[in-house]
C-alpha cells in the first residue's frame, strides 16, 4: 500500500461518498460513467504524490521519486 489510505480516507480526501467509492472499485474494466467521481479520485492520489505511469512495460502507480 503506497499512501496506506483505507476506502474511508480515499473517499474524504476525493470528496466522493464511500459508497461511491466501493462501487467504482467493484466494478472491473475502464469507467465509463462517473467521470467526475473518477477525476476526484485521481486529483486526490496526484495531491498526494501519486504518479501514474503509462510504460512500454505497462501500466502501474508509484510514488513520486
Known amino acids: 500500500m503506497l499512501l496506506e489510505w483505507d ?16 462501487r467504482l472499485e467493484a ?13 476526484k479520485i485521481i486529483s486526490a492520489l496526484i495531491d498526494a504524490d501519486i504518479e501514474f505511469l503509462n510504460t512500454s512495460k505497462g501500466h502501474g502507480v508509484r510514488l513520486k521519486l
Do not use: D, F
Not at 7 to 22: N, P
Not at 27 to 38: T, Y
Open 7 to 22: 476506502q474511508v480516507e480515499l473517499a474524504k480526501r476525493a470528496g466522493v461518498g464511500v459508497a461511491t467509492l466501493r
Open 27 to 39: 466494478v472491473p474494466g475502464i469507467l465509463l460513467e462517473n467521470n467526475n467521481s473518477a477525476s
